[in-house]
């Protein structure tokens, strides 16, 4: 069983949950690929990808600049196109998979256990150049004082 525990703190919280069964009751979320849809040309990327937003903060009303996890699934052959945002930070955590990942113009090779960090205004993008499916978590954390996305491809 893998476990992955995501904090961004406010001074003197302290936070903790049960491991409840039931999602819809708990705030335990689980990466469920049968729970996933399929989207097309991501940011003007290639193909269609699998993707669940497993928190947002519009649905959990987060205290700090939490913005999103997202998990994605890439089958081989598909990208998410570079862009850039004005309104948030990223990180990439490569779970499964392998492919290239594109940061300011220049390439990278990534594979499972990667953590590719995107600061505000950064051009990014990743492409699953290989044969398997590559997973990856999307972490958002908005600028301070900003609560609505914004791209540009």
Excluded: Q
């Excluded at 993707?51 to 700090?64: C, G, L, P």
């Excluded at 993008?125 to 499916?133: A, D, H, K, L, T």
């Excluded at 978590?137 to 004082?145: R, S, W």
Aim: charged residues 20%; glycine residues 10%; negative net charge.
């Amino acid at each position: 069983m893998k476990w992955w525990v995501l904090s961004v703190l406010v001074a003197g919280c302290v936070w903790a949950t049960a491991n409840v069964s039931d999602e819809e009751e708990s705030p335990i979320r689980r990466m469920d690929t049968a729970r996933m849809e399929r989207i097309a040309n991501v940011h003007g990327g290639k193909g269609a990808m699998l993707f669940r937003s497993i928190f947002k903060k519009a649905d959990w009303n987060f205290e700090t600049d939490w913005s999103f996890v997202d998990h994605c699934v890439l089958p081989p052959g598909t990208s998410i196109g570079v862009h850039s945002h004005p309104t948030h930070e990223e990180m990439y955590i490569i779970l499964k998979g392998k492919g290239v990942g594109t940061l300011n113009g220049k390439e990278y090779p990534i594979s499972a256990g990667d953590l590719i960090p995107i600061k505000i205004g950064w051009a990014h993008g990743v492409y699953n150049n290989s044969s398997e499916p590559m997973e990856l978590l999307n972490i958002g954390v908005f600028k301070h004082g900003v609560t609505e996305l914004k791209s540009s491809n």
